[in-house]
């Protein structure tokens, strides 16, 4: 079966897609719990290779094959590139016909698994290990990566909307992919089409989306790589919002408040009038980030735009000066190879330490042991090794909520106080991947759009089609 160029669309059926059996591979650990369903390491027995099965989550399903997961499947079968995580197949551990009173039932109930190339950590995890620092061309080595991944995505039409760190895939190698499209969304059928607007995780969920914006593009997924950007370079997430309303506070306290000057439109947008602040705010990025390389804090400015006709697309992103200058970003394969880091494991880690401390304290103070919360509370859901995760996981909706686990709270990176560190200078970038600075990257790997068109124009921000931030027609 004939499968597309690296960089253009797979339209071809892809073998494999439900035919075999999860039997067919060997659980060797769980390395992830996402809302929808559990991540193991795997080995195919047949050839041994390392893979990660997603194991979707089906309690809720009665009818069949559950919408975001069919979404999930046929955006990842079409998506052809380097910096995306690579659906190989789809299995089944198909579950009994019929229930105990013969009454048919969803045949997939057993179980489906998604089964995609192994990455030995993410970003989150990555970065909560302990003593762990970035360099300079180290974050512009995995910037490069992220914007490239999803140039690619925005101009075949497909919106992420959950990019955080938790699904920037990083292997040993150094290459990093976008992964998790479980709330991704392909706007090529009808770019006017209204939206929901609860996506994104909270902390890097886009001013627009938090004020009820249903017509979006892809500046959405921009907000959320200026989130990454700024927390790699600071150290610690820039706004850790506990709900919508401060959210928005954070955001307005650091970029300003939104109105008709800076945001053309804002007025209109539902629920402009409820959040609006009361007192003046105004925009203070270049005050708190002073201490950032001026070219860093121009490109942070432009990612961290409030209105998102006037945000940077990914394709101008990715030919910002910073990127290009001294110190430049490294070779991905000269990156240091880590012991598997998953943010699964680094929240195992936390609750562990937390345990320790609290066994520690009750020693000191000859109290009794206490019965571990989620030793009650997995009694009644599920037993067994993978207890921890019950109780740990946060309230239904977390996905549209804060990051989960220890990743959720202050310093996960453990830099240096003005969050540069100047490491790795002169460390230079040998793979050839990016083209030099100002020049076209070659079309194997950003390739051509989708009508053949070169996908290295002129700079542009995004047409704005609707009041609110809409993608217009074309915005790839
Ligand atoms: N291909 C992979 N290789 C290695 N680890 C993976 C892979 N895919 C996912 N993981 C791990 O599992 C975690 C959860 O995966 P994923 O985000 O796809 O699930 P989800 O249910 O959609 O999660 P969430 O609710 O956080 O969005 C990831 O953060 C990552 O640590």
Same mark, same amino acid.
């Given at each position: 079966?004939?499968?597309?160029?690296?960089?253009?669309?797979?339209?071809?059926?892809?073998?494999?897609?439900?035919?075999?059996?999860?039997?067919?591979?060997?659980?060797?650990?769980?390395?992830?719990?996402?809302?929808?369903?559990?991540?193991?390491?795997?080995?195919?027995?047949?050839?041994?290779?390392?893979?990660?099965?997603?194991?979707?989550?089906?309690?809720?399903?009665?009818?069949?094959?559950?919408?975001?997961?069919?979404?999930?499947?046929?955006?990842?079968?079409?998506?052809?590139?380097?910096?995306?995580?690579?659906?190989?197949?789809?299995?089944?551990?198909?579950?009994?016909?019929?229930?105990?009173?013969?009454?048919?039932?969803?045949?997939?109930?057993?179980?489906?698994?998604?089964?995609?190339?192994?990455?030995?950590?993410?970003?989150?995890?990555?970065?909560?290990?302990?003593?762990?620092?970035?360099?300079?061309?180290?974050?512009?080595?995995?910037?490069?990566?992220?914007?490239?991944?999803?140039?690619?995505?925005?101009?075949?039409?497909?919106?992420?909307?959950?990019?955080?760190?938790?699904?920037?895939?990083?292997?040993?190698?150094?290459?990093?992919?976008?992964?998790?499209?479980?709330?991704?969304?392909?706007?090529?059928?009808?770019?006017?089409?209204?939206?929901?607007?609860?996506?994104?995780?909270?902390?890097?969920?886009?001013?627009?989306?938090?004020?009820?914006?249903?017509?979006?593009?892809?500046?959405?997924?921009?907000?959320?790589?200026?989130?990454?950007?700024?927390?790699?370079?600071?150290?610690?997430?820039?706004?850790?919002?506990?709900?919508?309303?401060?959210?928005?506070?954070?955001?307005?306290?650091?970029?300003?408040?939104?109105?008709?000057?800076?945001?053309?439109?804002?007025?209109?947008?539902?629920?402009?009038?409820?959040?609006?602040?009361?007192?003046?705010?105004?925009?203070?990025?270049?005050?708190?980030?002073?201490?950032?390389?001026?070219?860093?804090?121009?490109?942070?400015?432009?990612?961290?735009?409030?209105?998102?006709?006037?945000?940077?697309?990914?394709?101008?992103?990715?030919?910002?000066?910073?990127?290009?200058?001294?110190?430049?970003?490294?070779?991905?394969?000269?990156?240091?190879?880590?012991?598997?880091?998953?943010?699964?494991?680094?929240?195992?880690?936390?609750?562990?330490?937390?345990?320790?401390?609290?066994?520690?304290?009750?020693?000191?103070? $000859?109290? =009794? +042991?206490?019965?571990?919360? /989620?030793?009650?509370?997995?009694? @009644?859901? &599920?037993? *067994? %090794?993978?207890?921890?995760?019950?109780?740990?996981?946060?309230?239904?909706?977390?996905?549209?909520?804060?990051?989960?686990?220890?990743?959720?709270?202050?310093?996960?990176?453990?830099?240096?106080?003005?969050?540069?560190?100047?490491?790795?200078?002169?460390?230079?970038?040998?793979?050839?991947?990016?083209?030099?600075?100002? $020049?076209? =990257? +070659?079309?194997?790997?950003? /390739?051509?759009?989708?009508?053949? @068109?070169? &996908?290295? *124009? %002129?700079?542009?921000?995004?047409?704005?089609?609707?009041?609110?931030?809409?993608?217009?027609?074309?915005?790839?």
């Amino acid at each position: 079966m004939a499968v597309a160029v690296e960089g253009q669309l797979n339209t071809h059926e892809l073998p494999s897609y439900g035919s075999r059996s999860v039997d067919c591979f060997e659980k060797i650990e769980q390395i992830g719990e996402g809302t929808y369903g559990q991540v193991y390491m795997a080995r195919d027995k047949s050839t041994g290779e390392i893979v990660a099965l997603k194991k979707l989550r089906m309690e809720n399903e009665r009818g069949g094959f559950p919408i975001t997961a069919i979404r999930e499947i046929k955006i990842l079968k079409k998506l052809n590139h380097e910096n995306i995580i690579k659906l190989k197949e789809v299995v089944i551990s198909p579950g009994p016909e019929k229930d105990e009173q013969g009454t048919p039932r969803n045949k997939y109930r057993g179980g489906i698994y998604l089964v995609f190339e192994y990455m030995d950590h993410d970003l989150m995890g990555l970065s909560n290990r302990p003593g762990m620092r970035f360099s300079i061309p180290q974050i512009k080595c995995y910037m490069k990566q992220l914007l490239t991944g999803l140039h690619y995505c925005h101009i075949y039409h497909v919106l992420h909307r959950d990019i955080k760190g938790s699904n920037l895939l990083i292997d040993n190698e150094g290459n990093l992919k976008l992964a998790d499209f479980g709330l991704a969304r392909s706007a090529a059928k009808d770019q006017n089409a209204n939206l929901t607007n609860h996506v994104i995780t909270l902390w890097y969920r886009p001013p627009e989306l938090l004020l009820g914006a249903t017509k979006y593009g892809p500046a959405v997924d921009m907000w959320s790589v200026g989130c990454i950007f700024a927390e790699l370079l600071h150290g610690k997430p820039i706004f850790p919002g506990k709900d919508v309303p401060e959210q928005l506070n954070k955001i307005f306290e650091l970029c300003g408040a939104p109105d008709e000057t800076n945001w053309p439109g804002v007025s209109k947008i539902p629920l402009y009038n409820k959040f609006k602040p009361i007192r003046p705010m105004k925009r203070r990025l270049k005050d708190v980030f002073r201490h950032f390389d001026p070219l860093a804090l121009e490109l942070l400015e432009s990612m961290l735009t409030l209105d998102p006709s006037q945000r940077i697309c990914a394709r101008d992103a990715i030919v910002a000066e910073y990127l290009w200058a001294d110190p430049k970003p490294c070779d991905p394969k000269s990156l240091p190879k880590y012991e598997s880091s998953h943010e699964f494991r680094a929240k195992k880690r936390c609750q562990q330490r937390r345990q320790q401390e609290e066994a520690a304290k009750r020693q000191r103070f $000859q109290l =009794p +042991p206490i019965q571990q919360a /989620g030793q009650a509370r997995t009694a @009644q859901t &599920r037993p *067994g %090794p993978n207890r921890f995760m019950h109780w740990s996981r946060p309230p239904v909706g977390h996905r549209h909520g804060m990051p989960r686990g220890p990743s959720s709270g202050p310093n996960r990176y453990t830099s240096n106080q003005g969050g540069y560190d100047g490491s790795g200078v002169g460390l230079g970038y040998g793979s050839g991947v990016y083209p030099p600075q100002g $020049q076209a =990257p +070659p079309h194997g790997l950003l /390739g051509r759009g989708p009508h053949g @068109q070169s &996908r290295w *124009g %002129p700079p542009s921000n995004y047409p704005q089609a609707g009041p609110h931030g809409g993608p217009g027609t074309g915005w790839s």
